[in-house]
């Protein structure tokens, strides 16, 4: 059964400084990996999309990268600032030969708040 | 990327009822999912919603207490039946443009059960 473990849980960090976020899972028949953004009480914001064959993506200041061998993925925020404060969520998408279709799995999330 | 509607943003309901959510998204696709998010805890996949078969439910859902429609390709709900305290959660639907594709989300419906 695959699991999705995020560390860490909550993060507090003050304007500017960079960021990993930890992402890993323990089944590495994956289609692809997808991180996400929720502010609070909303929906989720897609942010990157790896695919399994792929290392890593980048948009602005995010970068994702992707170790399926290990079961591992990090995301890196650069230069973190205030309207980053959100929570990140991780997920796996399964391949149908671990018994998904098109089904994603997903991580407890980190919580990070970025302070002025 | 596709833009997702969902209505009711948010209700509060009392126990014994149920609650249709409805999910609009602005083009056709292929797979629309179904998914809770329990009081701080991550999404739990519901169900699968594809254009002219029946929902695929995932373990620990049924069809009973969540009967979902797909009419057409641009539309989908989920109803919420016989409702408790537990049911409290956000709902969220989503949608993939097809296998291994990337997903998009809803702004999620925030259901209160008293």
């Known amino acids: 059964k695959q699991e999705v473990t995020q560390i860490p849980a909550a993060l507090s960090v003050p304007e500017g400084e960079n960021l990993v976020l930890n992402c890993s899972f323990t089944?590495?028949?994956?289609?692809?990996l997808q991180w996400f953004r929720q502010d609070p009480g909303k929906g989720l914001t897609s942010l990157l999309l790896?695919?399994?064959?792929?290392r890593e993506q980048t948009s602005g200041r995010l970068n994702a990268s992707l170790d399926k061998s290990s079961g591992r993925s990090t995301l890196y925020i650069a230069a973190s600032q205030p309207g980053d404060s959100a929570t990140y969520l991780c997920?796996?998408?399964?391949?149908?030969?671990?018994?998904?279709?098109?089904?994603?799995?997903f991580g407890a999330g980190t919580r990070l708040a970025v302070h002025p | 990327s596709a833009v997702i509607s969902q209505k009711p943003s948010r209700d509060i309901c009392q126990r014994g009822t149920s609650l249709t959510i409805q999910c609009q998204v602005d083009?056709?696709?292929?797979?629309m999912f179904w998914y809770r998010q329990q009081p701080g805890q991550s999404l739990t996949l519901i169900a699968t919603?594809?254009?002219?078969?029946?929902?695929?439910?995932e373990s620990g859902f049924v069809i009973d207490k969540f009967p979902i429609s797909r009419p057409n390709l641009t539309f989908s709900t989920l109803t919420v039946s016989n409702m408790s305290p537990e049911d409290s959660s956000i709902y969220l639907c989503?949608?993939?443009?097809?296998?291994?594709?990337?997903?998009?989300f809803g702004p999620g419906t925030r259901l209160t059960v008293t």
């Open positions: 083009s056709q696709v292929t797979m």
């Open positions: 989503s949608v993939s443009p097809g296998l291994a594709r990337e997903q998009y």
């Open positions: 919603a594809n254009q002219g078969s029946e929902a695929t439910y």
């Open positions: 790896i695919q399994s064959s792929q």
């Open positions: 089944d590495s028949a994956i289609y692809n």
């Open positions: 997920a796996v998408l399964l391949s149908m030969f671990s018994g998904g279709y098109n089904k994603l799995i």
